[in-house]
């Protein structure tokens, strides 16, 4: 079965720090990968997601993921954020087959907070 | 497009009453799903459909039901509510890509439905 770990729970940082938000993945196979954000009293929506080509996936907002297949990682990052960044933050990884549809899990999801 | 709603955005329910939660998306996607939020546990699937009329058991199912009658709806149902699904439920819709094997693309999410069960 599939499983994703984020390893942070809850990040503070500081307007103008950088960012990075581990993501890993137990699958073997072919996946593809997302990371949605949730800002406060919203739904999630998608940031970014990779399906192939280029490992080092840029999204909105100025956020991008690189894919690393061999450590099984698909972590985020952001030069530097802003106080709007704060949110909560889900990777999720499609995969693997199971009975013709493609399993979607989502890790527990990382609160960002940024302090101005 | 509206893209996908959700009605209600609040109930609160008493301890063995049922209600029914309604998504509907009017994106044309094949797959729709059924998430609930909890604090320190993310997105546990429900149920979730691969298509009009067909639907299938997520990872935490029990005590919900769920049909997909029209492609654009999917409803969950609650038979006898109980505190432990007091939480906040999403609906999600996405493309099936159509490629060998069927990969679904991103999902598209709805509102929310925060339920209280007393």
């Known amino acids: 079965a599939q499983s994703v770990s984020q390893h942070n729970h809850h990040v503070i940082l500081s307007e103008a720090a950088s960012l990075e938000l581990g993501c890993n993945y137990s699958y073997g196979g072919t996946v593809n990968l997302f990371w949605y954000v949730q800002y406060p009293g919203q739904h999630l929506q998608l940031l970014l997601k990779y399906f192939s080509g280029d490992p080092l996936v840029k999204g909105i907002k100025g956020f991008e993921a690189e894919f690393i297949k061999s450590k099984f990682s698909f972590n985020l990052r952001k030069p530097s954020v802003q106080w709007s960044d704060t949110a909560e933050y889900f990777c999720?990884?499609?995969?693997?087959?199971?009975?013709?549809?493609?399993?979607?899990?989502f890790g527990i999801g990382t609160k960002l907070q940024v302090i101005p | 497009n509206a893209g996908v709603t959700q009605t209600p955005k609040f109930r609160v329910l008493k301890t063995g009453q049922s209600m029914t939660l309604l998504c509907a998306q009017d994106m044309n996607h094949e797959y729709m799903y059924w998430y609930r939020q909890d604090p320190g546990m993310g997105l546990r699937l429900i149920h979730y459909?691969?298509?009009?009329?067909?639907?299938a058991k997520g990872e935490v199912p029990d005590g919900y039901n769920v049909s997909r009658l029209k492609k654009q709806n999917f409803l969950l149902g609650l038979e006898s509510a109980a505190p432990s699904q007091t939480s906040v439920y999403f609906c999600?819709?996405?493309?099936?890509?159509?490629?060998?094997?069927?990969?679904?693309?991103?999902?598209?999410f709805g509102p929310g439905t925060r339920l209280t069960v007393l």
């Open positions: 999600a819709s996405s493309y099936e890509l159509g490629l060998a094997g069927a990969q679904t693309d991103t999902q598209y």
């Open positions: 999720a990884v499609n995969g693997p087959y199971s009975g013709g549809y493609q399993k979607v899990t």
């Open positions: 459909s691969v298509g009009e009329g067909t639907t």
